[in-house]
């Protein structure tokens, strides 16, 4: 059982009020909150042992790198890595897939396929884009249904000894459905292809184990999992990261330079140019550390019951539709009231200090698929309550009598 009263308590922010009335937070699909136990470790970081890593010999410098390089163990651990070089540091989800997209720029020619699925934040959509422009690839997509889930027929038949590389994520951020990866992956390497998958939406939710999923890489940013912002990680397996050549130059990624020739560090540094975002990776690492201590188990059997309970609520006004119906989704519920645009009742919930997403949630072609300008978007993390969605159904209730 989660103690959800227990666990506000760690969140300071969730204490505040919005326009006179107590917080409710519901734009976690966004951004999560932070622990105070996450809080005091940046606390720690800047008031004690703030220096630059793996350079010093001087005390500061190797107490920042063995808290940094252990935060990289718990991620390790965490995703169940083979090694803890297949974890690179990155600043986000973003991008990591910036960095896999232009490695592939040296592996793709004419006549390769990237295939990409109809679910795709725009972060997901322009990089691939922009490869294909680069190397003459061409871009295929995967066709999604009315409940929002991808069409396994129709991907079947795009794969082709053409097919390099797959991208998907695995739990979609504007409809919350979760994708069959292990199907997807498992297709995908019959035919020889890699695959990417975006683990943003996913990891708040679930504990990936990315040695069973077999999958190539996978991304993911620590500010959606209770962590900082600008900070998150790549997974590639081992083999995968030593093909790839470097995403960027500068320091900590050369073993040796001179003005004739450069070689690159090992991995994971390789990949680790400059000075990184070091207190963000000890801060990942509390985090993990956080929701394991909360259990993802008993997170997706909570959030499961507030998705059930918000779902039916929501269902009883006249004229709301819920877009992203899939039995296999996520605490997201996407909708929209009969005539209403979704950024007015969006306002009329700021008021009540209700925080949801409107617009296009970075997924326009899923809006273009329904006919839509976009969605009120509410998700809920581990600390929401039932308390909370009856707030925002009364909310929701008030809006639509306001602006018919
Ligand atoms: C949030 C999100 C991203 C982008 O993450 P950043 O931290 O902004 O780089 C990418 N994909 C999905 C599915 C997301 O939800």
Redesign the pocket.
């Known amino acids: 059982m989660l103690d959800y009263k227990n666990i506000r308590n760690d969140f300071p922010i969730l204490q505040r009020e919005v326009n006179g009335k107590p917080l409710v937070y519901f734009d976690n699909?966004a951004t999560s909150q932070t622990p105070q136990q996450v809080i005091d470790v940046i606390v720690d970081y800047y008031s004690n042992y703030n220096a630059n890593i793996h350079r010093g010999v001087h005390r500061l410098s190797q107490e920042a790198t063995d808290k940094y390089e252990e935060a990289r163990l718990k991620v390790q651990a965490h995703f169940n890595a083979k090694f803890s070089h297949e974890i690179i540091f990155t600043s986000?989800?973003?991008?990591g897939i910036n960095l896999i997209a232009n490695g592939f720029s040296s592996i793709l020619k004419k006549g390769d396929d990237i295939i990409v699925s109809a679910l795709e934040?725009h972060?997901?959509i322009v990089p691939w884009q922009m490869l294909c422009e680069r190397t003459g690839a061409s871009l295929k997509v995967i066709p999604m249904n009315k409940e929002g889930e991808l069409i396994m027929y129709d991907y079947d038949n795009l794969l082709s000894t053409n097919t390099k590389l797959i991208f998907v994520?695995h739990i979609?951020?504007a409809l919350g459905t979760i994708n069959p990866i292990e199907y997807i992956i498992e297709k995908a390497h019959q035919v020889g292809a890699a695959v990417l998958i975006?683990g943003?939406?996913s990891c708040p939710h679930i504990k990936p184990d990315l040695q069973a999923l077999d999958v190539d890489f996978y991304v993911t940013?620590a500010?959606?999992m209770c962590g900082p912002t600008g900070q998150?990680m790549l997974y590639g397996k081992e083999a995968w990261l030593k093909k790839l050549p470097p995403y960027q130059g500068g320091g900590e990624m050369i073993a040796e330079v001179t003005f004739k020739k450069t070689t690159y560090a090992d991995l994971p540094h390789k990949f680790e140019a400059g000075t990184p975002n070091i207190c963000g990776g000890v801060a990942f690492g509390a985090a993990i550390d956080y929701m394991n201590s909360i259990g993802f188990e008993n997170i997706a059997k909570y959030e499961n019951e507030l998705l059930e309970y918000a779902t039916q609520k929501l269902l009883e006004i006249e004229g709301l539709r819920i877009y992203g119906t899939s039995k296999h989704k996520t605490s997201v519920i996407s909708f929209n009231l009969d005539g209403i645009h979704p950024y007015d009742v969006g306002t009329i919930l700021d008021k009540m200090g209700i925080a949801v997403r409107t617009g296009h949630h970075c997924a326009q072609p899923i809006m273009d698929f329904y006919g839509i300008p976009g969605t009120i978007r509410a998700s809920f993390a581990f600390y929401n309550t039932k308390d909370e969605i009856d707030t925002l159904v009364t909310g929701v209730k008030k809006a639509k009598m306001m602006l018919m």
């Open positions: 699909a986000g989800t973003t991008h934040h972060s997901n994520n979609s951020n975006d943003a939406q940013s500010h959606k998150g």
